[in-house]
């Protein structure tokens, strides 16, 4: 033995066996890997969703923005304009995918416009079923949409005919979060106000917003005094900055007005560091929410109208015909890969036969006396 070799000493206490270290474990392993996050930002043009998400996120994932006249808004229709960026905080990476909605609520006439917001939402869901059921699992993106801000307009008096239509329409399919843009144009009392004339609304229309989980009885009190708060900001009255400015020998993000500073981070101001805090705080079960809930929701559904459809003789529908049969070409790939196999191996077991002295096989088939395997 060597004379260096040392003994292997449990560094742990006695009757400890080393499961409590599994979290640590985890941590590491999904810092290793990174994250994956997608917001959508949904509402009219000129509330601030862009100023709103650089600060959230400090980065600029509109450079070159082009923001179109009146003019152009008059036939103008919603887009989807879906930005990436890799954000590194302490060693953990975060792939920030934000979703922008430019167009919407701005056209004449705006009864369709929220149709391409879910078409986008379900395309992504789609998408990850699609990936799901291929043959490279392990290497999946997840573009799904894990929440969408929806901004409110301070000027209205509760929420607008579009915005109960809209929220009503994706609220099964994605974790709605209601948001009070320019908040710093409304007065303390305005705020309240306002706040309670939405949720009245909400619960009216039976809108689904959602829910911040409960805090278990065995969580500290400062915890639950956060979660707390947080419910009781909902909607989050925002106001978005990326200007840093000086106040009293210390410089604070806000905004700069002849009366007076709005300091975006300060509580006593808005409700943007409460925003954050839900967002940052709660990321792990926004996904979670949307895995469990609303793409199974979709997953089933479209696993139901894809047996009906087989069912009815293959009609009901170009697209899905089309589907079906991109599954079944996959199928019969896979079952050719099969036949190849055994036609190898019955050839190898023939050539290994006829070494022997057996006769030689024909046509890929072994020779007689040999058995053939199925694989």
């Known amino acids: ?18 499961f409590a270290n599994l979290p640590n ?10 994250f994956e996050f997608t917001l959508m930002v949904v509402g009219e043009s000129g509330l601030g969703k862009s100023t709103l998400v650089n600060s959230l996120f400090l980065t600029d994932l509109y450079p070159e923005r082009h923001v179109p006249g009146a003019a152009e808004k ?3 229709t919603v887009k989807i304009d879906a930005s990436t960026v890799e954000i590194e905080e302490r060693g953990v990476k975060l792939r920030l995918t934000v979703v922008d909605t430019p167009g919407f609520g701005d056209a004449l006439n705006c009864e369709d416009c929220y149709k391409q917001v879910i078409a986008y939402i379900d395309s992504q869901f789609e998408r990850y079923l699609q990936d799901e059921m291929g043959l490279n699992r392990r290497n999946i993106v997840d ?9 409110i307009n301070p000027a209205g008096h509760g929420l607008k005919p579009l915005d109960i239509v809209f929220m009503k329409a994706i609220h099964h399919k994605v974790n709605i979060v209601p948001v009070i843009a320019k908040a710093d144009t409304l007065t303390r009392e305005e705020v309240f ?10 619960a009216k229309h039976g809108i689904k917003i959602y829910p911040l989980p409960d805090c278990d009885d065995d969580e500290d009190e400062e915890y639950k005094e956060q979660c707390r708060q947080l419910k009781a900001a909902v909607p989050f009255a ?29 509580p006593e101001h808005c409700d943007f560091i409460k925003l954050r805090t839900m967002l940052i705080a709660h990321m792990q079960d926004l996904q979670e929410v949307t895995q469990e809930i609303h793409y ?31 599954k079944e070409r996959l199928l019969l790939e896979k079952e050719m890969e099969l036949r190849h196999m055994q036609e190898m191996i019955a050839k190898m077991q023939a050539e290994m036969a ?12 072994p020779a007689p006396g040999v058995k053939s395997h199925n694989v």
Not at 3 to 17: H, I, K, W
Not at 240 to 258: A, Q, W
Not at 296 to 325: I, P, Q
């Open 1 to 18: 033995m060597a004379a260096d070799a040392r003994q292997f000493v449990n560094p742990e206490q006695p009757g400890y066996v080393g």
């Open 25 to 34: 474990q985890v941590h590491r392993k999904s810092v290793k890997k990174g």
């Open 74 to 76: 008059i036939k103008q």
């Open 143 to 151: 573009n799904r949409v894990h929440s969408c801000f929806y901004f």
């Open 193 to 202: 106000k306002l706040k309670s004339k939405i949720m009245e609304e909400i």
């Open 238 to 266: 925002v106001v978005g900055s990326n200007s840093i400015i000086e106040v009293k020998g210390r410089k604070v993000r806000g905004r700069m007005y002849p009366w007076g500073v709005v300091e975006v981070e300060n």
């Open 296 to 326: 199974e929701n979709f997953r089933s559904e479209k696993l139901a109208t894809s047996k009906r459809t087989r069912a009815e003789g293959g009609g009901g529908g170009g697209d899905k015909e089309d589907k079906l049969t991109e």
């Open 354 to 365: 006829g070494g022997k002295g057996a006769a030689p096989s024909q046509n890929g088939r």
